[in-house]
């Protein structure tokens, strides 16, 4: 297997073998961070021989995702549900797609939910693209093989 640099021109979100939303133009966030807890060895007589960094616990970034305004509200509404108190958290992937729209990444992401769903500012006055962003939450993220055809 070679190794290239992959070049993403889209990010879907597949829930339920089935990509949601449209395709983001923008993904950050994925990842996660390992806490290091300082762990110092004495001997018996209560000498410090070496101080030394140790993994402690595992904590996931949250990943935001951005596209263009569309009239497609899956992800307001989702976020809605869980802010009515039902719990949508969902086992999901973030998908990365190449020009030509073939899958060149996948991460999995476990028991994700919209914790924020933001638009950016509106300036009558301004040609840029409305932009909607949106945070998931989630308990755990796993780098994956591609799917592919």
Not at 25 to 40: C, M, N
Not at 66 to 76: A, E, K, L, M, S
Not at 116 to 133: F, I, N, R, Y
Request: proline share 3%.
């Amino acid at each position: 297997m070679t190794e290239f640099p992959a070049l993403a021109y889209y990010f879907g979100v597949e829930i339920y073998n089935e990509l949601r939303g449209g395709y983001f133009t923008k993904v950050s966030g994925i990842g996660s961070e390992l806490e290091a807890i300082a762990h110092w060895v004495t001997t018996n007589e209560g000498e410090t021989i070496t101080g030394e960094k140790i993994p402690g616990r595992c904590t996931q970034t949250d990943i935001v995702l951005t596209r263009p305004v569309t009239d497609n509200r899956g992800f307001w509404q989702w976020h809605q549900d869980i802010a009515k108190g039902e719990d949508k958290r969902v086992n999901c992937a973030i998908v990365a797609f190449n020009a030509q729209k073939e899958e060149i990444a996948r991460w999995n992401v476990e028991l994700a939910w919209p914790r924020k769903v933001t638009v950016t500012d509106m300036l009558a006055s301004s040609s840029d693209v409305l932009l909607e962003e949106v945070t998931l939450a989630h308990s755990g993220i796993t780098r994956v093989e591609p799917i592919t055809s």
